[in-house]
Each structure stands twice: as structure tokens, then as C-alpha cells.
């Protein structure tokens, strides 16, 4: 009797008919993530499978998570499960997960809400600022002369997906795709197909994501993640090695969880309760995490070196720290250099161009600021952004190249504390009359030489309103000369020294992510940390593993078993320190696993894969008399077999190795797992070929098999009811959902009770017994039953086709 069934059939301690599993499904996550050699079990020990619950059912948008208004609409795509524990002490937590399995929500409703930032990231709704793993080949990432000739694209793998960036084909967003999953007790499982995230691309991706997630209880949650590298064997090693990854990339909300902490790596204590002496980690652009440089005990560092964890605050926490001197903030051009010919580089920046004074050095010449004469700023559109409505404006004279400000009215005094600046202020002023306004973002002060554009948002809800801002100061019409304009920050009016009597720091809500030394014997490359801020609501928290020893092969695996939790920050120290040694890191061979046996059965043109019942199992069983075994396989990666895929496009099926089979220019501009030959031909794993751009191609991972297997190819289907052995004793509660189709063989005992709702069918023969109890709504069958009913049934309108006896075979077809 499998799993599913039962959850089709009626209600099993423990689950309910939205979270039923696929035997297949768990029997492959589990031996993958544990049936090999020295893997660790888990260290949840306690009952949490009590507090947690799960489903597959979109619950629909949660409204206090915030998400950016814009990207709401693909959220139900997007969603695969949920998963929550429920908490006595305040630390209760929901997480969604997508279709790629990776977490991109992390929901604390007695604490700070929501830990995932909204998704403010033009092209990427949850595609980018997520919990995921990231894989990149750095033989061709960026690689001059290595794609054809010419200097490569991106190569990044993402377990989340790609970037909006190929209409039409993903106008509507495309997620790494699930190839399995499965939830029980206290954990979820899923495996997903990584996918190239910058479209468009002419690489193909060889990488299986996994990701296990177990409630842990008290707010943990136990994660595993493992990248696997499944081109087949002999596969060029500059084509598909993976040799630098993100376990994970993840981050967090900066406007719920605005500073950082980390312990001290000499003593292991950490200080939060005074001002002078928080351990609160400077949080710098993203990128400006050099060793030595401002992000100072934060810069990026190998795990060896640190404390074991990082902490996220909730609002409230107060830091004291030395506001940044820097009193320039235009951007210079060279000395006797003309932007004309060269605006990317001849531009400097602040810190180049001026002296200890704040004067501009010899040579250097300031942006100029001003209004053309007889004009207003002549603003133009640029949309809203969570900080601000954009516009480009003329403000600022010609001939001045390309320059990244990116300048924040929270940073632009301390660009390393961005918690610091929420009264900084800066903004644009007359010279003559000292009007202005405030800006909230600086995107450029000048890009191209021939023109008088600035780029910069304003806080405003719509376009009239923020050019209004604008033009009612900075009128120039009537006036042959131009007008001047001034660029003016102000530090923050309050000082942190203020102390509130009750101020209870212990209380605040915090999110820890537990990373552990990095040190492990079976992984020969080293594991980092990277912090950094953005100029949306999101700080990066990522684990690099990385290193000239750090590759991942065909046929390997890389592993990693970590935590993250939410609390009081009273309880972080003591939580995390005891987490820490149970962080395990791997490199799996596929020669060390023990895999169980998954077979395919046949029955017509329509296929059964049935796994054994037992972990190391070695034999499976098929009870359908119409079935034949075809092949046989295994649940692990194993040496001389490959993963085996279920792939449809439209109403057309496949099954084989090759998870582009129905990819447009497949065997013709390109072939798995290599690279298009042409650069101007991209691969589009998301498209059918000859079919509309809407039209989008499913996947589900089989096992893993010989390719010789006589029964792979297309035009067979997927039937997962073939195998299906009846029930030997009935279920002991009714159905919750009535079952989608008929039973495919009669159950050999009755129902104890009456089903809730009716089947959506008849069954295909009788019941050896009659019902125990009546049913609670009448049968849609046209057939009468053998025996009168205990109760009289209701009156009922007819609408279900019934095969005539004898059955239907492929003679009769059209007229069983």
C-alpha cells in the first residue's frame, strides 16, 4: 500500500490530503541526502514532527510579508509547499518554499514578521534575493575568447531560476523546476533542476539543487543543501565543472533586521548590551568587503576565522558609531582626459579626486551642477522604487562621463552603517534663495557626455508629484543665465547616546544563520563568509565554498548541513554555540553510495517507476497483470548510470538523460551537457520546440539508469496508478477530498465509514463487501449496487461516463 494512496484515500496521523508524497519522490531524496558512506544523521532528536505542519496547496499571498506590489501576482507559480512550526515561546515560523525547493520565505509572526526582503529587484521576483544554492564555472563565467571565439556571458546556476530578461518566453517568471519532493514528520525535502539565471544564455546546466529542511524545534531549523553535478561520465571537465558555489546565498530584510552581529572569533562571547561595545558588523555596498578594508572585522573572511554564526536584529538595538568623515560626494573628471571618446573610465571618484581638505585635486573637475538657462529640469520618468520615485532631470552641465554613485540618503554620511541614516538628509538646493529638495537615491550624477541628465528618486508616489517637487524650486524659464544648483547631506539630528531607562536589548527579535568552522577532511577547498548591504531593502549573508581545490566533477556531490533560527537575542549566543559542531560539510563521490532498486514496469504505451519499499532494497513489485519490467535502476547516483527524466511538452512525453530533449536547436546548435556553437543561438531550456513561447516544458527525475534502457525515448506516459496495490484493510476516517479517478482494482474490504464526498468516478468493478456504513452523499455510478442501501439514497443528476462490461481495450474503443 503506498504513501500517496493512503493520502488520497483517507487521513493518516501526521498528514492531511494536501501534503500527500510520492513513494518514488522519498525513496530518491532520502537515499541521495543519506544512504552513503559517513553521512551524518541528523541531530534533531526531539518531537518537533508534533509542532510542524505543511502543504502543497497555495494558501494564498501572505499580505503582512509586503512583498513589492509588482511581483504578487507570480507568487502562486512560484509556490510548492509550506512548511510552519508552531511555538509556545514566541519563536513559531512559516517557511514557502518555490519551485526550486529553495526557502523564499521566512515568516516570524511573534517576532519581526517577515526575514525575506520584498523583492524590490527589477527582473527577479524571487529569483535573486532568496534562500538558494548558486553554482558558477569559472572556466567560462565572463571568460575572454572561451565561447566561440568571443568573451564568454555570465555563468551562474541558480536553484531559484532566471532573470526576467528573454521576452516573451519569460514574461511570465521561469523557477528552477521541481523534480521531486516530499514531507513527513518533521521534514520537507525537494530536488529541483538548477537553471542558467542570466538570459539570455548559450550554456546548459548539469546541476541537480536538493534541499532538506527539518524543524529542529525552538525556532531552528535544520537545513541540508547539496549541488549535484550530474553530466554524464567522460564529459568535457572545462565544459561542466562547477568550481565556485554560494552555500547558501541568502540575506535577509534590512528594514525589519537592520544590524549584524558576530561573535568575537579570540573569545567566543558577544557584546550587545552597551553602546560603546556592541560586536555589530559594518555593512558596506555589496562588493566593499575587502580584507583591510571599511567593513573592517566584517570583511569576508574564511569560517576558520570566525565566531560560527551571524545575527540579524530587529529594530531597536543601539550602536554607537563614529560618523564618516567624507565631505565630497561629485564625482570628478581627470585631468586632460574628454569623456567624449572614453565616458566609462574617465571619471573618478570622491576618494580619488579630492584631498584631506575636501578641494578637488589639481586637474579634477567636479560635476557641475546646474539648470539650463530659459528652462525648467525638464524631469522625465524613470518608475517607482521601493526608496523613491525615479527621474532624470537636467541638472548638471555636459561633458562628464559615467558615474555610480549610488548614493543613499541612509549611508551618505556612514555608507558602512546603513541602520545609521534614518534622519540623514540630503538633497538639492538654490545657491540663491537656499530652496531645494530631498532626494532619497542618487543613481548618477552624469552618464553621458552630450547630455544634461541626472538620475536620482525623490519620496513621492507618482511622477507628477515628484517632478513637481523638482520644477517648483528649480523653474529657470525667463532667465538667460543658468542657474546653479548646490548639493548639500546632513548627518543624523539624534545621537544613539540616548538610552532609553528600559531599554532591554535581550528582548529583540533576531534571525541567526549557525555556519560552523568551514574545516572538514572531505572537502578540499575552503568555506567563506560575505557580508554586504544593497540599495534595496536586503543585506547579503552568503557562504562561499571556493578555492583553487574547491570543484565539483560529474558524478559528485557537495553537501552541507547547517541552521538558522529565530529568537530573542538573549538566547542567540547559547543557541548557536551549541549548533555549531553539528554543521557538516561533504564532497560525495557517487561511489559511495548504497542505493535501493527503483524498476519500470510497462503496461502499453504508459510506464510505472516503483522503488523498493526499503532503503538498500534490492527488489520491487509490480501486482498490475498487464505490466512488464522494462529496466532496472537505482535511487543514487551510481557509476555507468545516469539520472533518468520524465519531461512533457504539451500533450508530447519523453523519457531519457536529457532534460533538453525538447529544447529549440537541440542535436543542432547545441547538445547536453555542452555549450551552443553559435553565440547568436541561445539555449532555452523554458521552450517547447515549435510550440508558443507560453507553452513550457515539466519535469520529474525517474531514478537513475542505464541509458541503453530499451524503453527510453518519446511518446511514453507517466502513470503512476499502474503499480498501485490495493488496500488489504480499510482506511479509518473517510476521505477528506474525494479520489481524482477511479480505483484501478476494487478494495478487498470496506470503508469503516462513510466517504465525505462522493468519488469523482466509478469504480472499474464492485466491492468484494458492501460499505460497513452508509454513505453521506449519494453515488454517482449508473449502476445499481448489489445490495439496498442502510439508508435511501438521494435524488441525483447523471453526468459520469461508465465503461460497459468487459472493459475497454484498444479495439472497442469507441464503443465501450
Known amino acids: ?107 516570524c509572526p511573534d517576532l519581526h514578521g517577515e526575514s525575506m526582503p520584498p523583492q524590490a529587484h527589477a527582473n527577479a521576483p524571487w529569483i535573486d534575493e532568496v534562500h538558494q544554492s548558486v553554482s558558477v564555472n569559472n572556466n567560462l563565467n565572463g571568460q575572454v575568447g572561451e565561447c566561440n571565439g568571443e568573451t564568454c556571458p555570465a555563468y551562474f546556476i541558480h536553484g531559484a531560476g532566471t532573470y526576467q530578461k528573454d521576452d516573451p518566453y519569460t514574461s511570465t517568471p521561469f523557477y528552477s523546476q521541481s523534480l521531486a519532493k516530499s514531507c513527513d514528520g518533521a521534514t520537507c525535502t525537494f530536488a529541483a533542476w538548477g537553471q542558467q539565471a542570466h538570459l539570455t544564455t548559450v550554456f546548459t546546466s548539469p546541476i541537480i539543487t536538493l534541499n532538506r529542511f527539518t524543524n529542529c524545534g525552538d525556532g531552528i531549523i535544520e537545513h541540508t543543501e547539496m549541488i549535484y553535478n550530474f553530466a554524464p561520465a567522460g564529459s568535457s571537465p572545462h565544459l561542466i565543472d562547477q568550481s565556485y558555489f554560494n552555500v547558501p546565498w541568502s540575506g535577509v530584510r534590512a528594514s525589519n533586521l537592520p544590524i549584524a552581529l558576530e561573535p568575537d572569533p579570540t573569545t567566543g562571547e558577544l557584546s550587545y548590551e552597551d553602546p560603546d561595545t556592541v560586536d555589530y558588523c559594518p555593512l558596506c555596498g555589496w562588493g566593499n568587503d575587502q580584507p583591510e578594508g571599511p567593513q573592517g572585522r ?67 573637475t567636479p560635476v557641475i551642477l546646474e539648470v539650463p538657462a530659459n528652462s525648467t529640469p525638464q524631469c522625465e520618468d524613470r518608475g517607482e522604487f521601493h526608496n523613491g520615485y525615479e527621474l532624470k532631470c537636467k541638472m548638471r552641465r555636459t561633458g562628464f562621463g559615467h558615474t555610480t554613485p549610488y548614493l543613499s540618503a541612509a549611508t551618505v554620511n556612514d555608507p558602512c552603517a546603513p541602520w545609521a541614516g534614518t534622519d540623514t538628509k540630503m538633497g538639492f538646493y538654490r545657491s540663491d534663495t537656499n530652496e531645494g529638495f530631498e532626494a532619497t537615491f542618487i543613481r548618477h550624477w552624469s552618464y553621458s557626455p552630450a547630455a544634461q541628465w541626472m538620475y536620482f528618486r525623490v519620496d513621492a508616489a507618482d511622477f507628477n508629484t515628484a517632478r513637481d517637487m523638482v520644477h517648483s524650486v528649480f523653474d529657470n524659464t525667463g532667465n538667460n543665465q543658468v542657474l546653479p544648483v548646490q548639493f548639500q547631506a546632513t548627518p543624523p539630528a539624534t545621537s544613539s547616546n540616548d538610552v532609553p531607562l528600559d531599554y532591554n536589548p535581550g528582548a529583540l527579535p533576531s534571525v541567526t544563520f549557525v555556519a560552523g568552522d568551514g574545516v572538514s577532511s572531505l572537502t578540499p577547498g575552503d568555506f567563506r563568509r560575505r557580508l554586504g548591504s544593497s540599495n534595496r531593502d536586503y543585506y547579503v549573508y552568503t557562504n562561499n565554498y571556493y578555492g583553487g581545490q574547491a570543484k565539483l566533477e560529474a558524478g559528485y556531490a557537495l553537501s552541507k548541513r547547517a541552521f538558522f533560527f529565530a529568537s530573542e537575542l538573549s538566547s542567540v549566543k547559547a543557541t548557536a554555540d551549541s549548533l555549531k559542531s553539528n554543521v557538516v560539510y561533504d564532497l560525495i563521490e557517487e561511489t559511495r ?189 449508473l449502476e445499481p449496487t448489489p445490495s439496498p442501501s442502510e439508508a435511501p439514497s438521494q435524488p441525483v443528476r447523471k453526468y459520469i461516463w461508465c465503461k460497459r462490461p468487459g472493459g475497454c481495450n484498444s479495439s472497442n474503443e469507441a464503443t465501450c
Open 1 to 107: 500500500m503506498t504513501l500517496n494512496k493512503l493520502a488520497l484515500c483517507g487521513i493518516i496521523a501526521g498528514l492531511t490530503a494536501s501534503t500527500a508524497v510520492d513513494d518514488l519522490d522519498a525513496a530518491i531524496l532520502q537515499d541521495i541526502l543519506e544512504a552513503y558512506t559517513e553521512h551524518q544523521p541528523s541531530t534533531c532528536t526531539g518531537d518537533a514532527a508534533t509542532s510542524t505542519s505543511y502543504t502543497y496547496a497555495f494558501p494564498g499571498t501572505n499580505l503582512d510579508s509586503n512583498w513589492h506590489e509588482e511581483f504578487v501576482q507570480y507568487e502562486q507559480d512560484l509556490f510548492l509547499a509550506s512548511m510552519s512550526h508552531t511555538d509556545a515561546n514566541n519563536r513559531s515560523w512559516t517557511i514557502r518554499l518555490g519551485q526550486g525547493g529553495n526557502m523564499y520565505s521566512h515568516f
Open 298 to 364: 566584517c570583511a569576508r573572511a574564511d569560517l576558520q576565522d570566525l565566531g560560527g554564526y551571524t545575527s540579524f536584529v530587529g529594530n531597536g538595538l543601539y550602536v554607537n558609531r563614529p560618523a564618516d568623515e567624507q565631505k565630497q560626494y561629485l564625482w570628478c573628471r581627470k585631468p586632460n582626459v574628454n569623456c567624449s571618446g572614453n565616458a566609462s573610465t574617465c571619471m573618478a571618484t570622491p576618494e580619488e579626486c579630492y584631498d584631506a581638505g575636501g578641494e578637488p585635486k589639481a586637474g579634477y
Open 593 to 781: 553510495y548504497n542505493p535501493r532498486a527503483i524498476d519500470l514496469y510497462k503496461s502499453g504505451t504508459s510506464f510505472d517507476a516503483v522503488a523498493a519499499t526499503s532503503a538498500q532494497g534490492t527488489s520491487t513489485t509490480c501486482t498490475s497483470p498487464s505490466a512488464t519490467l522494462e529496466c532496472s535502476g537505482f535511487s543514487t547516483p551510481t557509476p555507468g548510470y545516469s539520472p533518468i527524466f520524465y519531461v512533457t511538452c504539451g500533450s508530447s512525453s519523453y523519457l531519457g538523460p536529457d532534460p533538453y530533449f525538447f529544447t529549440p536547436g537541440n542535436g543542432e546548435t547545441f547538445t547536453f551537457p555542452g555549450m551552443s556553437n553559435n553565440n547568436d543561438e541561445k539555449i532555452r531550456s523554458y521552450a517547447c520546440e515549435g510550440q508558443d513561447a507560453s507553452v513550457r516544458p515539466t519535469w520529474k527525475l525517474i531514478g537513475f539508469f542505464d541509458p541503453s534502457c530499451v524503453m527510453l525515448g518519446s511518446g511514453l506516459a507517466y502513470d503512476d496508478e499502474i503499480c498501485v496495490e490495493p488496500s488489504e484493510e480499510p482506511s479509518s476516517q473517510p476521505s477528506s477530498t474525494p479520489s481524482l479517478h477511479p480505483s484501478s482494482e476494487p478494495s478487498s474490504q470496506p470503508s469503516v465509514t462513510s466517504s465525505s464526498q462522493p468519488s469523482a468516478g466509478p469504480s472499474s468493478q464492485p466491492s468484494s463487501k458492501p460499505s460497513l456504513q452508509p454513505s453521506s452523499e449519494p453515488s454517482l455510478s
